[in-house]
């Protein structure tokens, strides 16, 4: 049963410091999403590749995100400087692309923590 | 862009009855609603979809329908059961390569 994978599962670290979230995305897939959620603005598109190449990163704050496919197989999302507000589950999610009606599997998350 | 509005955001039932969970959308091009169900600390998860083309989906105890002229669609859920409590999230797409736009979710509990 092929899923997504994420790494890593929990982390808790202080403002200021650099995180680095890592996503492998099943097999085949071209198309990876990067989502975050919070209770009061449900799950926010951050942003999203397609063989690798990034389409959409509108919904990232540039000053302090970045993401990128270094290879097909991992996807990351870095935030250096971290900060409080910056606290929820991120996930990572993956489909096929090409066609409308393709499922987006998502990942287990990656829960946040900014002190 | 794609605006998606979901309600309630909290709905609680009795074991048994039914749920009805309503969302609306503003493009018109898109064609393909898909709903995920979350557990508490768990991913979400696709548990039924439909496209333009059909107007009600049914599996098992859970139906999606579709109008397109009024751009709403809702999940249904009968006989529901505690295992249904979760949050439950509604999405749609035009073709394309745009991503799926979530609405803000439903928290659905199920009292025994």
């Known amino acids: 049963d092929a899923r997504v994978t994420q790494t890593p599962r929990h982390k808790v670290t202080e403002m200021g410091q650099e995180v680095t979230m890592r996503c492998q995305p099943i097999?085949?897939?071209?198309?990876v999403f990067w989502y975050r959620q919070t209770m009061m603005q449900g799950l926010e598109l951050l942003a999203y590749?397609?063989?690798?190449?990034?389409?959409?990163d509108s919904g990232m704050p540039k000053d302090r995100f970045s993401a990128e496919m270094p290879d097909a197989t991992l996807a990351t999302l870095k935030i250096q400087p971290s900060e409080p507000r910056d606290s929820a589950v991120y996930f990572c999610?993956?489909?096929?692309?090409?066609?409308?009606?393709?499922?987006?599997?998502f990942g287990p998350g990656t829960r946040l923590t900014v002190l | 862009g794609e605006n998606v509005e979901q309600h309630p955001s909290t709905l609680s039932v009795q074991e048994g009855d039914s749920a009805v969970i309503k969302c609306t959308y503003s493009?018109?091009?898109?064609?393909?609603f898909p709903w995920y169900k979350q557990e508490l600390g768990k991913r979400p998860q696709l548990i039924i979809d439909?496209?333009?083309?059909?107007g009600e989906k049914k599996d098992q105890r859970i139906a999606v329908t579709l109008n397109k002229t009024a751009k709403h669609f809702s999940l249904h859920i009968t006989e529901t059961q505690p295992e249904d409590s979760a949050v439950y999230f509604c999405?749609?797409?035009?073709?394309?390569?745009?991503?799926?736009?979530f609405g803000k979710g439903t928290r659905l509990s199920v009292i025994a």
């Open positions: 439909i496209r333009s083309n059909v």
């Open positions: 999610a993956s489909g096929q692309g090409g066609s409308s009606y393709n499922e987006q599997f």
């Open positions: 999405a749609a797409k035009d073709s394309g390569n745009t991503p799926l736009v």
């Open positions: 590749f397609r063989n690798r190449a990034p389409l959409d």
């Open positions: 097999l085949g897939h071209n198309t």
């Open positions: 493009d018109s091009a898109s064609n393909y």
